[in-house]
């Protein structure tokens, strides 16, 4: 059993992803950190962001590479992430990883950009879960001002139509709203609310 959550960023997927995974007892894989490892990886090295050789090669040895959860979840990283994505070498070294764990029983729960479009094309279940970038931004510019940073509406906006933009346009595997996706907008929702509205659709097609 797969269940794919795809989705813009900061539209609430790993909220979703990680409550679906509790609630049927399925493993759980945040596909952005693996994009977020070979961005802070390439980061670290002072080396060119565009770099794709260096990117595939730490993108195929990223098990040898040691990070802590906070220095993933930065912008900084969340900008690189995305711009290694669009390397079509980085995305194939990263896909046999994602398709074994989709594969463990009793289920997974996937969530990224191209889960139900790519990864997992046959996933019983596929979400699609996105808001508006005026609701996103203010999200999480609400998680930033949490854990302290200084950062404004307009940046953290802008940052997010970049991002959007830069997802969406890629030549290999955009992020896009599979065909048989179960689409959920949190643009008006509560956590709880939209927890419990994928949990409806994963339970209905189980
Ligand atoms: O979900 P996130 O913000 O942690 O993802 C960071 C970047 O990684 C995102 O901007 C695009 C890329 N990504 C991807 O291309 N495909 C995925 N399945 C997951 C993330």
Same mark, same amino acid.
């Given at each position: 059993?797969?269940?794919?959550?795809?989705?813009?960023? +900061? #539209?609430?997927?790993?909220?979703?992803?990680?409550?679906?995974?509790?609630?049927?007892?399925?493993?759980?894989?945040?596909?952005?950190?693996?994009?977020? &490892?070979?961005?802070?990886?390439?980061?670290?090295? $002072?080396? $060119?962001?565009?770099?794709?050789?260096?990117?595939?090669?730490? +993108?195929?040895?990223?098990?040898? %590479?040691?990070?802590?959860? %906070?220095?993933?979840?930065?912008?900084?990283?969340?900008?690189? #992430?995305?711009?290694?994505?669009?390397?079509?070498?980085?995305?194939? =070294? !990263?896909? $046999? /990883? @994602?398709?074994?764990?989709?594969? @463990?029983?009793?289920? +997974?729960?996937?969530?990224?950009?191209?889960?139900?479009?790519?990864?997992?094309?046959?996933?019983?279940?596929?979400? /699609?879960?996105?808001?508006?970038?005026?609701?996103? =931004?203010? &999200?999480?510019?609400?998680?930033?001002?949490?854990?302290? #940073?200084?950062?404004? /509406?307009?940046?953290? !906006?802008?940052?997010?139509?970049?991002?959007?933009? &830069?997802?969406?346009?890629? #030549?290999? =595997?955009?992020?896009?709203? =599979?065909?048989?996706?179960?689409?959920?907008?949190?643009?008006?929702?509560?956590?709880?609310?939209?927890? +419990?509205?994928?949990?409806?659709?994963?339970?209905?097609?189980?």
């Amino acid at each position: 059993m797969i269940i794919a959550v795809d989705g813009p960023a +900061a #539209a609430g997927k790993g909220t979703i992803a990680r409550a679906l995974a509790q609630h049927f007892s399925y493993h759980h894989l945040d596909t952005g950190t693996l994009y977020r &490892r070979v961005g802070l990886e390439l980061l670290k090295s $002072d080396g $060119d962001i565009h770099d794709s050789r260096v990117a595939t090669a730490i +993108a195929r040895n990223l098990h040898a %590479y040691a990070w802590l959860d %906070y220095e993933l979840r930065t912008e900084a990283v969340g900008a690189a #992430a995305s711009i290694v994505a669009g390397i079509p070498e980085v995305r194939a =070294a !990263l896909l $046999d /990883f @994602q398709r074994n764990f989709a594969e @463990q029983q009793p289920g +997974a729960v996937l969530d990224g950009r191209d889960i139900g479009t790519v990864v997992c094309p046959h996933a019983e279940v596929k979400l /699609f879960v996105t808001a508006s970038p005026e609701v996103r =931004a203010k &999200r999480r510019l609400a998680e930033l001002q949490e854990s302290g #940073a200084d950062v404004s /509406f307009e940046a953290i !906006l802008h940052d997010i139509l970049q991002r959007d933009e &830069r997802d969406r346009n890629r #030549a290999v =595997a955009p992020l896009a709203c =599979a065909a048989d996706a179960v689409i959920i907008d949190t643009s008006e929702l509560t956590t709880d609310e939209a927890i +419990a509205a994928a949990i409806r659709t994963a339970g209905s097609v189980r």
